[in-house]
T-cell receptor
């Protein structure tokens, strides 16, 4: 089973709203990721969690706030977003975070299509 | 120079033909290589991964890695219209996972 689930599938929010995206995996993976993808572009890495600790933050604005409550769950809290933040938000997981000579394939969830009005 | 480069296409092949997708990478120390398929509006789906020089086959798909020349390719045999999608190459270097910009493939019935 290589399933990563994400909720909601679609989200429309105003610039003053606060909302959260949720991601879950039950593969025992120790690394989880948030990506942002705009149309016709590759996914852009936002955050990496390894063993429930934030490992990488790719200089993401503070209006995006990640949280890893446990090894299976990853949240992305959204506040005061801008219209240019509208995109497909992808969660992924892998057995472990790549390091040195070891690297692991990432499995993606179906994504949340976010529209900021 | 980008870490991972792909020809954006579009690449068009007739049904039943072999589709050949190519990817080059800049860091000679890159250790792992992945191919993802992404249908329009959907998330990336892992097709193949390859770590060692040579070929790796899985059904109609073959990944080829040449570390000396720093390229990795994906061959799709007996292409089907359902293979029409964007194919993303991804490379791991150290603890970084880099995506190419993707190649759009259209299989014409």
């Amino acid at each position: 089973d290589t399933e990563v689930t994400q909720t909601p599938k679609h989200l429309v929010m105003g610039m003053t709203n606060k909302k959260s995206l949720k991601c879950e995996q039950h593969m025992g993976h120790r690394a989880m990721y948030w990506y942002k993808q705009k149309a016709k572009k590759p996914p852009e890495l936002m955050f990496v969690y390894s063993y429930e600790k934030l490992s990488i933050n790719e200089s993401v604005p503070s209006r995006f706030s990640p949280e890893c409550p446990n090894s299976s769950l990853l949240n992305l809290h959204l506040h005061a977003l801008q219209p240019e933040d509208s995109a497909l938000y992808l969660c992924a997981s892998s057995q472990d975070e790549a390091s040195g000579g070891d690297s692991y394939e990432q499995y993606f969830g179906p994504g949340t299509r976010l529209t900021v009005t | 120079q980008k870490e991972v480069e792909q020809n954006s296409g579009p690449l068009s092949v007739p049904e039943g033909a072999i589709a050949s997708l190519n990817c080059t990478y800049s860091d000679r120390g890159s250790q792992s290589f992945f191919w993802y398929r992404q249908y329009s509006g959907k998330s990336p789906e892992l097709i193949m991964f390859i770590y060692s020089n040579g070929d790796k086959e899985d059904g109609r798909f073959t990944a080829q890695l040449n570390k000396a020349s720093q390229y990795v390719s994906l061959l799709i045999r007996d292409s089907q219209p359902s293979d029409s999608a964007t194919y993303l190459c991804a490379v791991t270097t150290g603890n970084q996972f880099y995506f190419g910009t993707g190649t759009s493939l259209t299989v014409i019935p």
